[in-house]
């Protein structure tokens, strides 16, 4: 049974930093697409980040570029997203989330596989 459980998520003040990691079990996904996605209250999961099997390519939503880092380690099965510059919008609950390679990276269909989330909010 594939499972992904993130974990990293907190309290932190605009302009702080945060890690989180999402670690998968069951199989593995050294070829397929990893990413993370959010989700404030009254809003729709919109995407962050992906990354490919290879960790060689990454793609970004414009409001993150420049202050979140995508990355994986396939030997550890996990992908971790490094958070700096936080700002009060970016207070939501996060999602990591696994796909087959090839597939659209920012659509929400696109992926197979979703952690449960993990909480992150940025105080002004």
């Known amino acids: 049974q594939v499972q992904l459980v993130e974990s990293g998520g907190g309290l932190v003040q605009a302009g702080g930093s945060l890690r989180l990691s999402c670690a998968a079990s069951?199989?593995?996904?050294?070829?397929?697409?990893m990413a993370w996605f959010r989700q404030a209250p009254g809003k729709e999961r919109e995407f962050l980040a992906a990354?490919?099997?290879?960790?060689?390519?990454?793609r970004y939503t414009d409001s993150v570029k420049g202050r979140f880092t995508i990355s994986r380690d396939n030997a550890k099965n996990t992908v971790s997203l490094q958070m700096n510059s936080l700002k009060p919008e970016d207070t939501a609950v996060y999602y990591c989330?696994?796909?087959?390679?090839?597939?659209?990276?920012?659509?929400?269909?696109?992926?197979?596989?979703w952690g449960q989330g993990t909480q992150v909010t940025v105080s002004s």
């Open positions: 990354i490919s099997g290879s960790g060689g390519t990454t």
């Open positions: 069951g199989r593995t996904f050294s070829t397929n697409t």
């Open positions: 989330a696994v796909g087959p390679a090839g597939a659209s990276w920012t659509r929400r269909e696109s992926y197979t596989y």
